[in-house]
């Protein structure tokens, strides 16, 4: 399992930690193919978040 030995910061406990008898999730054996499915869900949950920024309130 080389994968789990990397330096590519593998999300060994959200791999350890997948409910196994669900019926909403599917439970993945492959770390592989979990670190790559992880790493799209991650991706997509950064685009949905909201970035506005603010201008700071300067007044002179």
Do not use: A, H
Not at 15 to 20: A, D, E, T, Y
Request: net charge positive; glycine share 2%.
């Amino acid at each position: 399992m080389n994968i789990l030995n990397s330096s590519n910061n593998f999300p060994l406990w959200q791999f350890l930690k997948q409910p196994v008898f669900s019926s909403q999730t599917k439970l993945i054996l492959s770390p592989r193919q979990f670190g790559y499915l992880y790493k799209i869900q991650l991706l997509e949950r950064c685009f949905t978040q909201d970035c506005s920024f603010k201008k700071p309130n300067v007044t002179e």
